[in-house]
């Protein structure tokens, strides 16, 4: 076999992204043992770092070792006990990720729907949980198939009015789209680092608030090969997952440091690293420099004279969806674009699938000179595919974007 050579993409799609040169790099540091005071001082920083990402205090704040969705599994599968309500607001292909993953939990799940392209009112959610009473709200942010981002500001002072745990899955948005775990009252909130924040897929950062954690603690069984007579069982069942049980890794992360995997030590320097970035440069600017090269990205797409998907006002800053025109091989566009100028975009799922193209400005990449090639080459590969547009439009509406900010 050859040497490992991947050709130099620019991933301009919903991600993955390509990362930060300074993770890459951390990635590349040679491992530690697990209990080195070393180790075990930057799991701790780790989780200092992450309590300023989510902006919380939330003193279980760490990471699940496996890519985003790992986080949803421990998040989910620690909280919801057989026949538990649980209720998912769908509003693309994640909301029925969160479903799929609640029922395999053994949950009794109702969904209310909007269709893809728009969210949902508080009133619509606030409705939906008086008729069913859930113990969890578990929603999307934002929904990467669709482009929308959810609101969620109001919707916790009403999950506590109704005593109901919320949770969020913000894998795509965080870093690049405002997130208030404690201000908007989350119970528990899942991440992956594969967006905004400028990593690879593999690590799930996870926050949980006392309640969540109390609420988990009940279920605490040790397991029997690291036991000892001060581990008593707690009083509710015990979790349907050894890898994705959340008080036994809250143990490990914690002071006992009681042994459950081996920690995924190259990730967890790149979770560090990603924090650290983010923190550098600062969240607000992070978040800003998102809305401004999603912004040109978006005015840049008008100009190839491509249509905006989605409800705009609740669009996320790091993703932009646009139909793909008619008269036009989406696939082909997307093949010619990879294989003559080594740039991706993403097509969707579901009822968006060969509808919309997605086009990504976040992490590493939300950057004036990727938003500019990515809209001169896939003007030149619309243009010669037959599409109408008025050449040089798209980077003009870019540049006034920039000239503008
Ligand atoms: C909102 C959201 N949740 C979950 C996931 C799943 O992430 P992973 O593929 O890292 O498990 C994604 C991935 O695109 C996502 O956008």
């Not at 001082?41 to 205090?57: I, K």
């Not at 909007?114 to 508080?122: A, N």
């Given at each position: 076999m050859k040497r490992l050579n991947p050709p130099p993409r620019l991933l301009m799609g919903p991600g993955p992204i390509n990362c930060y040169p300074r993770v890459l790099s951390a990635m590349s540091t040679q491992l530690i043992g697990q209990y080195d005071p070393v180790m075990t001082?930057?799991?701790?920083?780790?989780?200092?770092?992450?309590?300023?990402?989510?902006?919380?205090?939330n003193t279980a704040t760490l990471l699940i070792d496996g890519t985003s969705r790992a986080g949803i599994e421990a998040v989910l599968v620690s909280c919801i006990e057989p026949g538990d309500k649980v209720l998912v607001p769908v509003f693309g292909r994640f909301g029925h990720l969160l479903q799929e993953i609640a029922e395999r939990a053994g949950a009794e799940v109702h969904t209310i729907e909007?269709?893809?392209?728009?969210?949902?009112?508080?009133d619509q959610v606030e409705d939906a949980i008086k008729k069913i009473r859930p113990?969890?709200?578990?929603?999307?942010?934002?929904?990467?198939?669709?482009?929308?981002?959810?609101?969620?500001?109001?919707?916790?002072?009403?999950?506590?009015?109704?005593?109901?745990?919320?949770?969020?899955?913000?894998?795509?948005?965080?870093?690049g789209n405002p997130f208030e775990t404690d201000q908007w009252q989350l119970d528990a909130v899942s991440v992956g680092l594969q967006?905004?924040?400028?990593?690879?897929?593999?690590?799930?950062?996870?926050?949980?608030?006392?309640?969540?954690?109390?609420?988990?603690?009940?279920?605490?069984?040790?397991?029997?090969?690291?036991?000892?007579?001060?581990?008593?069982?707690?009083?509710?069942?015990?979790?349907?997952?050894?890898?994705?049980?959340?008080?036994?890794?809250?143990?490990?992360?914690g002071e006992e440091r009681l042994n459950h995997h081996t920690e995924a030590t190259s990730m967890l320097y790149c979770a560090r690293e990603c924090a650290i970035n983010l923190l550098e440069e600062g969240q607000a600017n992070?978040?800003?420099?998102?809305?401004?090269?999603?912004?040109?990205?978006a005015q840049g797409a008008s100009g190839l004279n491509l249509r905006l998907f989605g409800d705009q006002k609740h669009k996320m800053n790091n993703v932009v969806g646009v139909y793909i025109p008619e008269n036009v091989n989406g696939e082909q566009i997307r093949s010619q674009l990879l294989n003559d100028f080594n740039i991706e975009i993403g097509t969707s799922f579901g009822p968006l699938h060969g509808k919309i193209w997605r086009l990504g400005t976040m992490g590493y990449n939300a950057r004036k000179d990727a938003v500019l090639h990515t809209l001169q080459s896939l003007e030149t590969v619309l243009r010669r595919a037959g599409h109408k547009l008025s050449p040089g439009e798209a980077i003009d509406n870019a540049l006034e974007v920039y000239q503008s900010a």
């Open positions: 001082g930057y799991m701790n920083e780790v989780m200092q770092l992450y309590r300023q990402v989510f902006n919380t205090e909007v269709p893809w392209g728009q969210v949902f009112s508080p113990k969890v709200l578990a929603m999307v942010q934002g929904d990467t198939s669709t482009t929308m981002l959810q609101p969620l500001q109001q919707l916790g002072e009403i999950c506590r009015r109704y005593d109901v745990l919320f949770y969020s899955d913000a894998t795509a948005s965080i870093g967006k905004c924040l400028g990593g690879p897929s593999g690590s799930a950062p996870i926050t949980l608030s006392e309640r969540y954690v109390e609420l988990v603690r009940k279920r605490h069984h040790v397991e029997a090969g690291i036991r000892s007579e001060h581990h008593e069982n707690g009083s509710a069942s015990r979790i349907r997952s050894n890898y994705f049980d959340i008080p036994m890794i809250l143990d490990y992360w992070c978040i800003a420099r998102h809305a401004l090269h999603g912004n040109a990205m």
